[in-house]
């Protein structure tokens, strides 16, 4: 439960009043990187004019990390998060908060920009990244990390957030790309990197742009344990990861399943029938170039499979 208060953020113009939120809404990714639970607009924003312009969506290379430049101190981080959503709104005339998420010094995290039907929370594009916003993701910690070092609640719930998002979307944290994609003057950006990295600004803090470095290398492991592979076009079915798709004919699992893997022709037919290698978690289907119909026979695993 966050606490009601009167504080307002130092730096900021505007001032909203604080609120009471009594409960989290908890969103759950199967597999290994769970999303974590968050507050949600309709709490943190409660009274507040709500965005009448629908968003735009976009989908994630790069997650961009910021930090508010705020106050350290100010125990109520829902009054902050008004706050700079009338900032952002009525003071700079956005749509709506520039940051996808929002996350407290106490690790709390905060949903950012409204969805409102149009997509997902995570492939909303913000305002946040020096007027280069497509393919990016803005998290923003509250607080200024310039000189002092930022909470290690608040880091934990930043690394939670970014495994989740980065295992869903096969975003491999410690490579570079160019940004913006096919912009003549793009430049290469860790895909996971601060606001610094796109223009001059000192954002998000040195303190807190020290420990990306690390961070990578933390989620990277997190990812392996996750099940993560660098593939491309894996299938999600249930808790099971089935790639790569297209293959070449060997498929590979994300877990052991002691159960017979069926192959099927578009008119039924069964073209292969056997177990995974306990091994290295694949089948060695020698099919043709073709499409086909992947199921594990008494589990309801059952997807579509492309061999080129």
């Known amino acids: 439960m966050i606490n009601s208060g009167g504080n307002t953020l130092e730096l900021l113009l505007f001032y909203a009043p604080a609120l009471n939120i009594l409960s989290k809404d908890t969103h759950v990714l199967v597999l290994g990187c769970m999303e974590p639970p968050s507050i949600?607009?309709?709490?943190?924003?409660?009274?507040?004019?709500?965005?009448?312009?629908?968003?735009?969506?976009?989908?994630?290379?790069?997650?961009?990390?910021?930090?508010?430049?705020?106050?350290n101190t100010n125990a109520d981080p829902t009054a902050l998060i008004r706050d700079i959503y009338l900032l952002h709104t009525q003071g700079n005339g956005w749509d709506d908060i520039g940051y996808n998420y929002l996350i407290a010094r106490n690790g709390t995290?905060?949903?950012?920009?409204?969805?409102?039907?149009?997509?997902?929370?995570?492939?909303?594009?913000?305002?946040?990244?020096?007027?280069?916003?497509?393919?990016?993701?803005?998290?923003?910690?509250?607080?200024?990390?310039?000189?002092?070092q930022p909470p290690e609640a608040m880091m934990q719930s930043l690394r939670k957030l970014i495994a989740w998002k980065m295992f869903k979307d096969r975003i491999e944290p410690e490579?570079?790309?160019l940004h913006p994609p096919g912009d003549p003057n793009a430049y290469l950006v860790y895909h996971l990197d601060g606001h610094r990295s796109g223009c001059a600004t000192d954002c998000p803090g040195n303190k807190v742009y020290e420990r990306l470095h690390a961070l990578r290398d933390t989620l990277t492991e997190d990812l392996l344990k996750c099940g993560f592979t660098s593939v491309e076009g894996a299938l999600i079915s249930g808790d099971l990861v089935i790639y790569p798709n297209p293959s070449k004919g060997r498929i590979y699992f994300s877990s052991y399943v002691e159960a017979p893997v069926i192959i099927s022709g578009l008119q039924g037919q069964v073209l292969y029938q056997g177990m995974m290698d306990p091994l290295d978690l694949s089948i060695q289907s020698g099919l043709s170039p073709g499409l086909y119909f992947l199921r594990i026979e008494g589990t309801g695993v059952s997807e579509i499979i492309v061999v080129e």
């Not at 290379?61 to 705020?70: K, L, R």
């Not at 509250?142 to 002092?148: I, K, S």
Request: charged residues 15%; negative net charge; glycine residues 10%.
């Open 40 to 71: 949600p607009q309709s709490q943190w924003r409660m009274d507040l004019p709500e965005p009448t312009v629908l968003p735009t969506t976009t989908p994630t290379q790069h997650v961009i990390v910021h930090h508010s430049a705020g106050s």
């Open 109 to 148: 995290l905060f949903l950012g920009r409204d969805p409102q039907g149009v997509g997902e929370q995570d492939y909303i594009r913000g305002a946040h990244y020096c007027s280069k916003n497509s393919y990016t993701q803005g998290i923003c910690v509250l607080g200024e990390y310039t000189t002092a």
């Open 175 to 177: 490579n570079q790309s």
